[in-house]
Structures are given as C-alpha cells and as structure tokens.
C-alpha cells in the first residue's frame, strides 16, 4: 500500500521568524484540542527545538537532513515513523530555500519537494505591509515545484496592519492567510547559546507548552492547518511492513550505557532506536547522582551542557572514578561534544578548574563565540575502537568549548581529519584512548548506519573477552589494570 499520511511543513523567510514557537504551539494545539496523534520532525540537525516539539507532541521529535542522509534514508526515516501517527509536522530550518550554496542545496525546500509535502509559510510582519506579498509570491515564483500552500503572519501591530496584509497577499499570492499572530510581549521561551533553554532545564516548560498552544490555538486556523496536511498527495513509497514480534534470544541482551540527565541531553532518537533494533538494551545513567557507573558492555556520552552543571558533576567524584576505571579496563566509550568535555582532566571556569574523569589530560576552556558550528565532513585516518580506516562520515558540530593546550596533530593520535568543518583542532576531531572514542562531531544513526553497528560490535567483543577473562557469566565491572580487557588505541 502506498504512504498516503498527512503532513505540513513549517517553514519561513529566515531564521529568527517565529518558526520554533508556531510549530510548537501548533502540535501542541493538534494534539490537545484536535485530538490528533501528531509524530513531529526537524529538519536539520538540530536538538534543542526538537525536545520542544518531542515535549509538545508528546512523542519523540526525529531529525530530517538532507546534509547528514541522503534521499533514500530521508524516506525511509520519515515513512517508517510517520505511520506510526494520524500525521506528521516538519519544522523547516533557516529560510525556506536557504542551503549550502547558491542552488539553495539541502534547503527545507528541496525536503518539502522530496515529501512531496505542502508548505506554510510563516512571515515575520514587523514593520512591512504590501511588500509582504512582493516577498511571499517571490518565494513561490523562486520554485514553482515547491508547493507554498498558506502564510502565518507573526508579530502583526493590529487590526489595520492585519487587514493590509491579509489582503495584499491573498489578492497577489492567491493563498490564504491561516494565521494571525500578534506581537509578543513575553518570551516564554527562554534563550541561551543562540538557541532556547532545552525543555529538560526550563523551569517553566510545562507552563511554556501550555501558554504556545493556548495561544495558537487563538490566533491560528487550526482546522484548515490540518486540511492542509491532509490534501498532501500520496509520497509514491509503500508502507513499511508491520514489525515482526520480538523472539526471546538465547543469550541475555547486550547492555549499552546512556548517560542521560540535565547535563547530558543530546541525543537523536534514531540513535537509540538503531541500537534496540539491532539487539541493544539501552540502560539509561545519571551524571548526577552519587552512584558507581553500572556494569554495562558499551557506554554512549551524548552532548548537552555540562558547563552549567560544573559544580554537581565535580562534586560525584564516586561517578567519575568509577567510569574512569571501567575505561581503564577497557570499556568501549563514544563521546560526543559534551562526553568528550566530560572525559577531559577538567573544564575550566574563570579560574577555577572542576575536575572531570580525567581520561583525556586536557583542560577545556569556554569561548564566549562558537569555537565550531556547522556541517562537519571526517575521514577515519588511525585505528580505533568503532570506524575502520578509510571511512567517510557526515556530522555536525556545535561548541563553545575548545581544549586549553596546544595540540600538534602530528604528534597526537587524531582519529579524522576533517574535510569540512573545525573539530578539536583546526582540521582533525576524534581522540582515542584505549576503547574511548571522543570528538565534537555529532553523527546521526540514519545517515551513519556504520555507527550502530559499531557499537554493537564493540560492546558484544568487550561482554566476550570479559567473559572469557572471568571464566563465568558473573562478570566483574571492574578489574585491575594487569586483567584489563585488550584495546585499540
């Protein structure tokens, strides 16, 4: 059967015009006044609106990037999880054709083409009136192929200016004007790192969900909003096939740690479903509470904020220990951004130095300007625990934090040198020690399949040696370094 499931894509002329707030409020709307089960995506790579969508959908948000996946895993991503739902919202990223280059490359336009999905288009209306249509009609004009099927008009002064730009753009665009939002005078979004406050830190995010869909639901044409999404014409993929029923298998699952708490948030979900899928039972760990490490046969460190949790995550010295000396015997670990700032001997602030795990004897600094942001492209040049040499891989990466010390790429073993993007030092990302692989690029299961499986691998060839090592299945968590499981770097 062919994939005929409504959907709507979110975008708008430029980053910064309301997109985040719209679409958040507006699943939060479907979903409690419509009753709809919504499943929301971001295109991008982007992880603190998608919480916000995850939280307002009240299901996991999934990454759509035409940079990180290519077309045939875009569809396969979306088709799978979008089934799962009545319909599925997108939030697009930057401007509606905004990409990589001049042919507007990896733009939510090019996405909405790919979904063969329809566009609202959200308008920032601050001091402009007719010329609000001269924009929307080019925006329609730029592509005929991109199906731009209603405008937003955002941060609207009144009655007056909503009536000239309704009129003026419906009478030139020939499209409606499903929504009306007027200017606010309270962020109820709080703001950090050119970005929001991810809803697990909010203080305040329930209030801030319920406020985005009170107020959707006042200003926006909910009802035709989703007309919209259910007039999108069939995708020309099949259906995936229902999943077979689970079978108990012989031998216990693999378990795979997940640090995952305030200070540690990053995460794709597409990650964790790549892991479960192939066998993985995911055990999820805090930075925070003042417990050994758990006994587990791989552990996965995401990104996140742990500058703003410096005091907690210094003061567990009984956590860091502990996933110290599972490193020391030989614990595969991956390491993102935040994980690889965790696993240094301590991050800076001011002039005081909060001691990490102390894996990496490297002190991190906090710059007040992106050290790296944006795209990453990596070669695997030098062995380690998860990517063969010679390997390509797509990533993204974006920190304020850089490593103190002066680093010498010739004389330190680097894992991939970067064809695009920053990393840790200028052209090389990815550091080794023993099973740890850590590096600031973020990579996305769906575009990475390579990942998972090395995961799996690493974490199913550590449960082995240790096995072998204790002669039992009663495996020690932790054991002295002259029994330490045999490493790569």
Known sequence: MEFNRSR?????MRGGAGKTLISVGLSAAWKRHLGLRIVAFKKGPDYIDAGWLSAAAGGSCYNLDPFLMNPEQILRSFVMRSARADGSLIEGNRGLYDGVDANGSYSTAELAKLLRCPVVLILDATKVTR?????????????????????????????????????????????????????????????????????????????????????????????????????????GCPLPPPKAAATLAAAPPLKIGVIRDSAFQFYYPENFE???????????????????????DALYIGGGFPETHLEKLAAN?????????????????????GGLMFLCRGIRHGEKLHPMVGVFPFEIILGAKPQGHGYTVMECVSPNPFFPTGTTVRGHEFHYSRIASRLDPGSFHFVFRLKKGHGIVAGWDGICYKNVLAGYSHLHAAGNELWADAMIAAAESYKRLKTSISGDSGLDRVRPESQSIPTVC
């Open 131 to 235: 010329t609000a249509a001269a924009m929307v009609l080019g925006c329609q004009r730029l592509d005929a192929d991109v199906n731009i099927a209603g405008v937003i008009l955002n941060r609207v002064a009144g009655k007056r200016h909503e009536q000239v730009l309704r009129e003026s753009i419906e009478r030139w665009c020939g499209i409606p004007v499903l929504g009306v939002v007027p200017r606010q005078t309270r962020n109820f979004f709080p703001e950090r790192h050119l970005g929001l406050v991810p809803p697990e830190e909010a203080e305040d995010s329930l209030e801030a969900l319920s406020v985005a869909a009170a107020k959707m639901s006042g200003h926006l044409d909910i009802e035709a909003l989703w007309k919209l999404a259910v007039a999108a014409p069939p995708l």
């Open 8 to 12: 709507l894509i979110v975008a708008a």
């Open 317 to 337: 010295k009984v956590f860091r220990d502990s996933v110290k000396s599972a490193v020391e015997a030989g614990l595969p670990v991956y390491a993102e951004c």
């Open 274 to 296: 790549a892991l479960e899928e192939r066998g993985a039972s995911l055990v999820r760990i805090s930075s925070l509470e003042n417990a050994p490490l758990p006994e587990v």
